[in-house]
């Protein structure tokens, strides 16, 4: 696939994800960022801000094979993996679960128990699934969104940095201005209902093949040994910011230099750029660093003081 192509495939996603979702303009960047970048992505906003069409439209765009869970207190591991069943012939066949598709939105995950969100998140490093000893794989384009509630605590089970460390991205949707939201309204007006697919507008823009097309051209992005030198040091400074407790690890420096060529191919860039990094340092670290309590307290949210730590760190001229 030539470099001309890509671009247009590109830009035909994001176009199709914009006339979609209104007003978030940063989770659909940054949502097609880790797709590409072969991560898994936790959205994180109040309900009603598009976060489950968001999901669906991608799915819808690129093809591929969606399901959703949602993730409740008495969910089990074996309702997302699958089981094996007993046949009438004696033998034991594996019954696929949901996570057996392309695009799997896991819905409220901090509603389940932890075993069952360990299963999952098993699923998201390993890309596979072992069920009575035997691994299944999972398929090339397997990726994870999953979301969570920020104001509701009551009947949910936190995830752990541990595992909150395998997510590439946490992706924030905030309200849209009162444009968007008003335009909201006219689309409804014009026939638009969000859980019916076919009334969204937009066709498929490219399918699983396609996706590893742009995956390898992602991995194909020049990058400079400055810009290694940044994300190291961007990394390494959240350990010794005295605003923090717990700093980010050697993950979240893969995941920045992952994530930053993805978004270079979507500028339409082979190579990549400080800004790159700095663009996505927020969302490949907000959730993988701790604020110190007495600032918690104070109101100081992990972007802000990761605003402080990026202020310090000297940006290369390369």
């Known amino acids: 696939m030539g470099s001309i192509e890509t671009d247009r495939q590109v830009k035909q996603v994001l176009a199709a994800l914009r006339h979609v979702v209104l007003g978030q303009e940063e989770a659909i960047r940054e949502c097609l960022v880790a797709l590409l970048a072969r991560g898994h992505v936790l959205l994180e906003g109040v309900p009603g801000t598009a976060k489950t069409l968001l999901v669906r439209t991608l799915a819808r765009v690129l093809d591929v094979e969606y399901a959703r869970i949602q993730f409740t207190p008495d969910l089990m591991p074996g309702d997302i993996t699958g089981i094996s069943v007993l046949t009438s ?4 066949l594996f019954r696929p679960g949901p996570l057996f598709h392309d695009l799997v939105l896991a819905d409220e995950i901090n509603r389940a128990p932890a075993k069952t969100q360990a299963a999952l998140l098993e699923a998201m490093q390993e890309r596979t699934v072992t069920v009575d000893g035997t691994s299944h794989p999972l398929s090339k384009t397997f990726t994870v969104f999953a979301t969570q509630n920020p104001i509701e605590f009551e009947g949910t089970y936190p995830l752990p940095e541990a595992e909150l460390d395998r997510f590439m991205l946490k992706v924030n949707t905030g309200y849209p201005s009162a444009e968007n939201e008003q335009g909201v309204l006219h689309r409804y007006l014009d026939g ?24 390898r051209a992602v991995e194909a992005v020049r990058v400079e040994p ?16 005295a605003s923090l407790t717990l700093g980010a690890s050697p993950r979240a420096g893969v995941a920045l ?10 500028e339409g860039r082979d190579f990549m750029i400080p800004d790159d990094v700095k663009h996505l340092a927020p969302a490949v670290l907000r959730h993988r660093v701790n604020v110190a309590p007495e600032l918690e307290l104070e109101g100081v949210t992990p972007d802000v003081a990761l605003k402080s730590v990026l202020e310090q760190v000297e940006v290369p001229t390369v």
């Not at 012939?89 to 034991?92: A, H, I, K, M």
């Not at 638009?192 to 995956?215: K, N």
């Open 89 to 92: 012939g004696q033998d034991f």
């Open 192 to 215: 638009f209902e969000a859980d019916i697919p076919e009334t969204y507008g937009v066709q498929s823009v490219v399918d699983a093949a396609g996706i590893e097309h742009l995956r």
């Open 226 to 241: 400055g810009i290694t030198a940044y994300i190291t040091a961007i990394v390494r400074a959240t350990r010794e910011a």
């Open 257 to 266: 230099l992952k994530t930053g060529r993805a978004l270079a191919l979507l």
